[in-house]
């Protein structure tokens, strides 16, 4: 059974441009949630996604959105990137119902 | 937002010993989760724990949910060099309960082990 896919898994941009990354659960998987990892801040919750809707949100500014399909894929939008928005953005799905989350390997952000 | 203190921020060992760290927050939990990442991977769960007191073994890892269900704590017995990573403690909040995604993580105890 196929695990958490993120995509792309590494990418660079430059200050003031957008970026989009995509997640694609275990198969079977509704809840999809975000997670920002730094070596400053450790791991923070974004949001999490279940049916097509956001259940719950971090403190992070609006420039961080996101979105799930009805296939319950997901995708994370940081706009207007700023230095500090390097990091692992880490994906993760769960089944309904169970309280146990699988992450996926991640996309590691590089602004410069 | 909500801490969990882990410690200790990191452990060397020697192959063959024993290893311990633990969580402690200042709120109740309903969940204790224990997670392992290494370089370049996300985090792979190890041990959950529903139940204050709940005892769970995984192999040569132990994990234990507090009693006041403010803390827990994971144990590595008689570690391997293919322990090392850094380990993760992570709890869910009860009020939450049915927003299963938001989890509060501690900072991490990285573990080396010399052969």
């Known amino acids: 059974k196929a695990g958490v896919t993120q995509t792309p898994r590494y990418l660079i941009k430059t200050r003031g441009q957008q970026v989009t990354l995509s997640c694609s659960p275990i198969?079977?998987?509704?809840?999809v949630s975000w997670y920002q990892q730094t070596p400053g801040q450790g791991l923070q919750f974004l949001f999490e996604?279940?049916?097509?809707?956001?259940?719950n949100k971090g403190n992070f500014p609006g420039r961080f959105s996101g979105r799930q399909f009805s296939n319950s894929r997901s995708e994370m939008n940081v706009s207007t990137l700023e230095l500090g928005d390097s990091a692992l953005y880490l994906c993760?799905?769960?089944?309904?119902?169970?309280?146990?989350?699988?992450f996926g390997a991640g996309s590691r952000l590089t602004v410069l | 937002g909500q801490q969990l203190n882990q410690s200790p921020q990191s452990m060397f060992i020697q192959e063959g010993e024993d290893v311990s760290m633990n969580c402690t927050s200042s709120?109740?939990?309903?969940?204790w989760l224990w997670y392992k990442q290494e370089p370049g991977e996300g985090p792979v769960l190890l041990i959950a724990?529903?139940?204050?007191?709940e005892l769970t073994s995984n192999g040569r890892l132990t994990a234990q949910f507090g009693i006041t269900r403010k803390d827990s704590f994971l144990n590595i017995s008689a570690s391997i060099p293919s322990d090392v990573g850094i380990y993760f403690c992570?709890?869910?909040?009860?009020?939450?309960?049915?927003?299963?995604?938001?989890?509060?993580f501690g900072r991490g105890t990285q573990l080396t082990v010399w052969p």
């Open positions: 198969s079977g998987h509704r809840s």
């Open positions: 709120s109740i939990f309903n969940t």
């Open positions: 996604y279940f049916s097509e809707t956001q259940r």
């Open positions: 992570a709890g869910q909040l009860p009020k939450e309960g049915s927003t299963l995604g938001r989890l509060y």
């Open positions: 993760a799905s769960s089944l309904p119902g169970a309280n146990v989350l699988t």
């Open positions: 724990l529903y139940k204050a007191g």
